[in-house]
């Protein structure tokens, strides 16, 4: 597994453990003050060799690259054939720029499938509290032995339910960091239940003559698209993963 810009979290989480990954690698810039395996650009990663990695993980790092394409080329380059890559990027997270760290970009799951031709999409994560408006979106893709473009068509969704500003708790000290995140599988692609939501709004809005909020429209329908299958959870540093009693298969 190759983690691409984990910096220092990477260290704090201790990914090595949380992956059980038997080889755990990191490419972090130069400047990055933590350890890596390896220092440069994910838009040139020469030191690497084609098809070379089962994994390739990159979580909040595509937002801050002025050319996204390339270096989905270079992952791509150095995924074998079958491999996956899991890539997280914002949607409707906050501007953080800083000078070491531009932000240029935000993601729906199409464009994140859309950088990486020649993958198949697994799964799809909305991670916030609204589906279809979230903090982030997350997909893993699996290489195929083709550059070709592949329909884009997500095999099961999940959401993480969570207030937008919540994510920023992790900087917290330890012992203070505690929280809770139910998590769903959805019935419905997150893009496509987007859509559906936009129409009863936009339906009840004309037949009420009223205005209405989409994310009360989302909060309303939300049993009828969502299936609570566990929670993940912080406690002192520590995180955790409760699955939920009532799922089923």
Known sequence: MLNIGGGTLSEEFAQIAMFGAAEYHTLETPDCPTAATYRGSVNDMNMIPDARYDWLVSTAMLEHLPDPWGAAREM???????????????????????????????????????????????????????PAKPNGYAVILQRSDTDDALPYAPVVSHWLEFPNEQPWMIFQDESDTAFDWPIYR?????????????????????RAKLPVLYDDVASAYKHQYAIRIGTLGVRGGTSFYDRAETQSG
């Open 76 to 130: 791509l380059r150095i995924t074998k054939p079958g491999g996956y890559i899991y890539v997280a990027a914002p949607f409707s997270q906050i501007v953080h720029f800083e000078p070491r760290y531009r932000d240029f970009w935000r993601f729906t799951p199409m464009g994140l499938a859309t950088l990486f031709p020649g993958t198949h999409v697994i799964e799809v994560e909305a991670w916030g509290d609204n």
């Open 186 to 206: 959805l019935r419905i692609e997150p893009m496509a239940l987007a859509h559906q939501l936009h129409n009863v709004r936009n339906d009840y809005g004309l």
